[in-house]
């Protein structure tokens, strides 16, 4: 029974990184950054999703702009305060990254995208 258990909360995603690292937050000495990564639709239209990564996963000091991602994590949302107001802030937080050659690329990159909530 425990073997066919789907595991809630899984995110898997390839696209682009087309931002830097910038400080997030951090835990217990460990520093959290986010990155934006551009990913293909169906439709051919770019949804552009941050990334929250630990500085124990990757270099956060290199540029990573262009390089070709392999991502598999959970989707996470926290409240960012600015001034009287809140802002909903939804994010993949990385548990798991690889760097793609082109020729790795899917034909289809797009339908590697999924989300199970």
């Not at 690292?21 to 949804?47: C, K, P, Q, W």
């Not at 926290?78 to 790795?104: A, C, M, Q």
């Amino acid at each position: 029974m425990l073997d066919k258990v789907i595991e809630n909360n899984r995110v898997c995603i390839i696209g682009e990184i087309v931002s830097e690292f910038t400080f997030s937050h951090e835990v217990f000495g460990e520093g959290f950054y986010i990155a934006n990564v551009s990913v293909n639709r169906l439709s051919d239209m770019v949804d552009v999703i941050p990334l929250m990564i630990s500085e124990r996963l990757i270099d956060v000091t290199k540029d990573y702009r262009g390089m070709k991602i392999e991502v598999a994590g959970q989707f996470r949302s926290y409240n960012r305060h600015e001034g009287t107001k809140n802002k909903l802030v939804l994010s993949i937080f990385v548990r798991e990254l690889r760097f793609l050659e082109d020729d790795e690329m899917p034909e289809e990159q797009s339908k590697s995208n999924q989300i199970f909530l």
